[in-house]
Nanobody, 123 residues
Framework: QVQLVESGGGLVQAGGSLRLSCAASGRTDSIYTMGWFRQAPGKERDFVAAISWSGGSTRYADAVKGRFTMSRANAKSTVYLQMNSLKPEDTAVYYC????????????????WGQGTQVTVSS
C-alpha cells in the first residue's frame, strides 16, 4: 500500500543532465529499498539503480555506473536519480519502485510502482 509519483523527465541533448524525483506515500514503513527501472520501446524493463531505506547503500546497473547517482532527500520517503552525461540509449520511460527486499535489482521483488516519467535524449 505505497503510492509513488515520479517527476523530472523531459527532453535533453546528449551529454546533458536531468534529475528525476520519486515521492513515496502510504505505508512507507514497509519499504526496505527504493529503486529506478527503465523501459525503452520494444525492450524489457531494466534495472537502473537502487538505494537502501537507510541510505547507506546504493547499487547501479553497469550501463549507468559513473553517470547516474541515486540519493535521498531530507524527507526519507523521497529519492532522486541524478542523470549526467546522458546518451541517446538512455531514452526510456523511467519508473520508481519500492521493495520489501533489501537492495534487489529484480523487478519482481518490487511491489509498488509509479506511473513513469519519459526521458528522451536527442543526438
Amino acid at each position: 500500500q505505497v503510492q509513488l509519483v515520479e517527476s523530472g523527465g523531459g527532453l535533453v541533448q546528449a551529454g546533458g543532465s536531468l534529475r528525476l524525483s520519486c515521492a513515496a506515500s502510504g505505508r512507507t514503513d514497509s519499504i526496505y529499498t527504493m529503486g529506478w527501472f527503465r523501459q525503452a520501446p520494444g525492450k524489457e524493463r531494466d534495472f537502473v539503480a537502487a538505494i537502501s531505506w537507510s541510505g547507506g547503500s546504493t547499487r547501479y546497473a553497469d550501463a549507468v555506473k559513473g553517470r547516474f547517482t541515486m540519493s535521498r532527500a531530507n524527507a526519507k520517503s523521497t529519492v532522486y536519480l541524478q542523470m549526467n552525461s546522458l546518451k541517446p540509449e538512455d531514452t526510456a520511460v523511467y519508473y520508481c519502485a519500492v521493495s520489501s527486499y533489501r537492495m534487489s535489482a529484480n523487478p519482481r521483488d518490487f511491489g509498488s510502482w509509479g506511473q513513469g516519467t519519459q526521458v528522451t535524449v536527442s543526438s
